[in-house]
């Protein structure tokens, strides 16, 4: 009788994009622990020249969750240095607010709901699927996602900071 091999640990990516109205910048995949030193650089050696690249990058303002790496000295030093005033950072942006996040209100949901078919066998198979169906984001879809954040910050600013239902 033969038996069929698993490997002992599933192999696993950290898969890191950032959304405007207009385009998806990503993925980029890290396939290690993310921490301030490799974050940092996939900042200046992948996201940045991509951003120089956009004709409205000095609109842009940036924002992104309180994960451990995003937050470091370093990391928000460098993002102050190219984003001034229109860094949202960690003292700006309320804790645990998924639903001001475009990423995690949209981008990540929507991608899980569809990288899937075909199932993918391997990483690489996963990576083509997320790759395919993010070059296939229609840039209105984009665009709608940020005028619903833009309502959404409305609601918050109008319960006083308070909770809100996002329906």
């Given at each position: 009788?033969?038996?069929?091999?698993?490997p002992?640990?599933?192999?696993?990516?950290?898969?890191?994009?950032?959304?405007?109205?207009?385009?998806?910048?990503?993925?980029?995949?890290?396939?290690?622990?993310?921490?301030?030193?490799?974050y940092?650089?996939?900042?200046?050696?992948?996201?940045?020249?991509?951003?120089?690249?956009?004709?409205?990058?000095?609109?842009?303002?940036?924002?992104?969750?309180?994960?451990?790496?995003?937050?470091?000295?370093?990391?928000?030093?460098?993002?102050?240095?190219?984003?001034?005033?229109?860094?949202?950072?960690?003292?700006?942006?309320?804790p645990?607010?998924?639903?001001?996040?475009?990423?995690?209100?949209?981008?990540?949901?929507?991608?899980?709901?569809?990288?899937?078919?075909?199932?993918?066998?391997?990483?690489?198979d996963?990576?083509?699927?997320?790759?395919?169906?993010?070059?296939?984001?229609?840039?209105?879809?984009?665009?709608?996602?940020?005028?619903?954040?833009?309502?959404?910050?409305?609601?918050?600013?109008?319960?006083?900071?308070?909770h809100?239902?996002?329906?």
């Amino acid at each position: 009788m033969q038996g069929v091999e698993y490997p002992l640990h599933d192999q696993k990516i950290l898969v890191w994009c950032a959304i405007s109205a207009n385009r998806v910048f990503g993925p980029y995949y890290f396939e290690e622990t993310v921490n301030k030193e490799n974050y940092l650089e996939m900042l200046k050696e992948f996201f940045w020249p991509k951003v120089l690249r956009t004709a409205e990058y000095e609109k842009y303002h940036f924002q992104q969750d309180g994960a451990r790496p995003h937050t470091a000295a370093i990391v928000q030093t460098w993002l102050k240095g190219k984003f001034g005033k229109k860094l949202v950072d960690k003292d700006l942006w309320p804790p645990r607010s998924p639903d001001l996040n475009p990423c995690d209100f949209y981008l990540w949901g929507y991608l899980k709901s569809v990288v899937y078919n075909p199932l993918p066998k391997t990483l690489d198979d996963l990576k083509a699927n997320l790759e395919r169906e993010i070059k296939k984001i229609p840039k209105n879809v984009l665009n709608s996602v940020f005028l619903n954040l833009e309502k959404r910050c409305e609601l918050i600013i109008s319960a006083g900071g308070g909770h809100i239902e996002i329906k």
